[in-house]
Every structure is written in C-alpha cells, then in structure tokens.
C-alpha cells in the first residue's frame, strides 16, 4: 500500500515559496529570470537538517560550468544561510538566464512506495545535466499519474533501463546490488551514489547493468531520490513485470534517515 508522508508545518506556515537572487549584494528578493533552468538541484530540510548536502553542491557546479554559467562565489553559504531550520522544505539553486537563484520551497508530500508507468517516451534532451529537462520530466510524470502510476519509466532507444522522470534506480540480484551503468545516459544521483557508498562498506557486492524491464520481473527495485529517499517499487503499469518483496529496504530506509546532519552554519 502506498503511504503518503504529510510535510507537517509544511515549512512556510502558508507564505508559501519564494525566490532569491543572487548577485553582489548577495540573496535578494526580485523579478526571477524567464526560461527553463540550464542548471539545477534540489534537496530535503527536515527541521534544519539534510543529507549528502556536499555532494549536491558538487553537481549544480559542474552543472553550472557545463552550462557556461558563472562561478558560485559565496552562493552556497548564501544559500544555507537563507534555509529556514525548522519545517519541512525542498529548496532547488537554479542557473537561469545566467544567473544563479534559489527556490524556497516547502516540501511536497512524500511517499514510501512508488508504482511506475513504462509506457512513455524519454523527452530528455540532457539527460547527464539537471535542469533542462524538468519541466517535459514533469509532463511525463503526469501522464505516469494519469495512467494510474507514481512516475515514469525511462529506456533507451534499444530497451535499456535508465531511470525514472524523478529518480535512479538500483535493485537486488541475490546478494548483488545492481545499478545502472553509468556510461547511460542518466543523471548521477546523489542518493544512489549513497547507496552505493553504504553497500561498499557493508562489504555488499555492485554490479553495473545494463538490464531491459524484463529483467526485474520478480526482484526488488527501489527508486531512490532526494525527496523521497528510498522507494520499493511496488507497482508496474504499462509493463509485464512482477513486482519483487522488498525485505532490504527498511533497514536501508532507517540508515538513510541517519545520515541526516545540521545545516552549517
């Protein structure tokens, strides 16, 4: 059963989201830039608290500079000093019209299952860059809901499992936890990049796959972000595959909610 996590406070207390900009005198309230993000990233606060928050920063500036965007300077602290330390948020930088920006955002609900619709086309035009692509990813995962899912499935062209529209995708072969190989056309997820770094040092075997949707019939598959963390998949749609137990993730779940530490200050 699919069992939807409230955002308590939801963070803002009703004032809802707000957009700074970045420039000399630091963050400031103003007309945001037009057009879809070159560059972007997102992560959860939880009552001043975060996860992987480094390894975030790392890949909005490369991002950035693949983009041709200008250097970060002093955004980052900026940026941690304007979070909000209590409530539940999911503030996502952005590089638009060549300037930096942050989102401040209250964190949408969260789920601890997700069921995924196979039956869409990939629309990624940057498929190793965040941010161009957000909002026909968006559209995606709609028609995902539309068709009775959570989000969508991507492949590639000859059948390939990459991703979904919001998230990586790793899942278990025995003792063996498999993930997408990277030389895919995916994102490099931070939370499967963690997921990886915890199976390293539990001594747990990774193998990088290239598997078609066939291949997970009966396995289990987790869906793995930011903002929901650690999801079974617990339903397919558009796709004849069975879904698989999934007796590995609460543990993973639970080491997950640990690696939550205090925003710097």
């Known amino acids: 059963m699919l069992r939807v996590m409230t955002t308590g406070s939801a963070g803002a207390g009703g004032s809802g989201e707000r957009v700074l900009l970045y420039g000399a005198d630091g963050l400031v309230e103003g007309e945001e830039a037009a057009g879809a993000p070159a560059a972007a990233d997102s992560w959860l606060v939880e009552e001043g608290r975060v996860r992987e928050l480094p390894a975030h920063w790392r890949r909005f500036a490369a991002a950035v500079a693949e983009a041709g965007g200008p250097e970060p300077g002093g955004f980052p602290e900026a940026v941690v000093a304007a979070l909000p330390r209590t409530g539940c948020w999911f503030p996502r930088v952005e590089l638009v019209g060549g300037r930096l920006q942050v989102r401040v955002r209250p964190a949408p609900a969260r789920t601890d299952a997700v069921r995924l619709w196979a039956g869409g086309e990939d629309p990624r035009r940057a498929p190793r860059r965040k941010g161009p692509d957000l909002a026909a990813l968006g559209a995606l995962r709609a028609a995902a809901v539309a068709a009775g899912a959570d989000d969508a499935l991507l492949v590639s062209d000859d059948g390939v499992v990459l991703e979904t529209a919001t998230a990586s995708l790793v899942w278990w072969e025995g003792d063996v936890l498999c993930v997408v190989d990277p030389g895919l056309p995916v994102l ?78």
């Open 188 to 265: 490099a997820g931070v939370t499967a990049a963690w997921v990886v770094r915890r199976a390293g040092e539990l001594g747990v075997a990774v193998r990088r796959r290239r598997a078609r949707p066939a291949e997970l019939d009966g396995r289990e598959v987790w869906a793995v972000n930011a903002l929901h963390g650690l999801r079974p998949v617990t339903g397919w749609v558009g796709a004849d595959v069975a879904v698989g137990p999934a007796p590995r993730v609460q543990e993973w779940r639970a080491a997950w909610a640990d690696a939550a530490v205090p925003l710097p200050r």
